[in-house]
T-cell receptor, first 116, second 118 residues
Framework: DVKVTQSSRYLVKRTGEKVFLECVQD?????MFWYRQDPGLGLRLIYF???????EKGDIPEGYSVSREKKERFSLILESASTNQTSMYLC???????????????FGDGTRLSIL | AQTVTQSQPEMSVQEAETVTLSCTYD???????LFWYKQPPSRQMILVIR??????QNATENRFSVNFQKAAKSFSLKISDSQLGDTAMYFC???????????????FGKGTRLHILP
């Protein structure tokens, strides 16, 4: 079974702090994703990476950055945390698709982040 | 751009009843894939069922089945004999094949919160 591990289930930080959320997957997937999940808004893509050191902005990248130095690890960074970044953060991974394949994403347990 | 719409933000049904969650999507492509994901309270999101658009037969996984209407761009999820453990948020999702979608991004609906009542 694919295992996607997020470093913290719950995290409380203060406004202005630099926050790191870590995600590790054990299935050698090329693609990794960071989402935030808010009531009524569903999942919104923050950033994704399709290879080591490669990253692309999702739908809401402002206030976030990412790092992917190793294939199995994808980090989300809140450069200067603000209260509107209080949310549930989900990491996911997915193998690179063949031309016509349809592998689903595999998700971590999520990190509930509170910014005070 | 592709979009996914789940028109029911929240639903409640009695245990053992059958419930249908609706999902519609919009795309101009003819080949794509559809998924239903389940996120139980405080637990990991997991795949429930998947459907390839080129397959006419509706996918089934035990008590979960889909009604895929390609012309109507509809992909509803039916849960038969619902159980308390089916209480969760359900997300419908859409993805294009890599031949079209270099980014491999999956597009999610906003979710339907389903409560199974004892």
């Amino acid at each position: 079974d694919v295992k996607v591990t997020q470093s913290s289930r719950y995290l409380v930080k203060r406004t202005g702090e630099k926050v790191f959320l870590e995600c590790v997957q054990d299935m050698d997937h090329e693609n990794m994703f960071w989402y935030r999940q808010d009531p009524g808004l569903g999942l919104r893509l923050i950033y994704f990476s399709y290879d080591v050191k490669m990253k692309e902005k999702g739908d809401i990248p402002e206030g976030y950055s990412v790092s992917r130095e190793k294939k199995e690890r994808f980090s989300l960074i809140l450069e200067s945390a603000s209260t509107n970044q209080t949310s549930m953060y989900l990491c996911a991974s997915r193998p690179r698709q063949g031309r016509y394949s349809n592998q689903p994403q595999h998700f971590g347990d999520g990190t509930r982040l509170s910014i005070l | 751009a592709q979009t996914v719409t789940q028109s029911q933000p929240e639903m409640s049904v009695q245990e053992a009843e059958t419930v249908t969650l609706s999902c519609t999507y919009d795309t101009s492509e003819s080949n794509y894939y559809l998924f239903w994901y389940k996120q139980p309270p405080s637990r990991q999101m997991i795949l429930v069922i998947r459907q390839e658009a080129y397959k006419q037969q509706n996918a089934t996984e035990n008590r979960f089945s889909v009604n895929f209407q390609k012309a109507a761009k509809s992909f509803s999820l039916k849960i038969s004999d619902s159980q308390l453990g089916d209480t969760a948020m359900y997300f419908c999702a859409f993805v294009l094949p890599r031949s079209v979608n270099r980014d491999d991004k999956i597009i999610f609906g906003k979710g339907t919160r389903l409560h199974i009542l004892p």
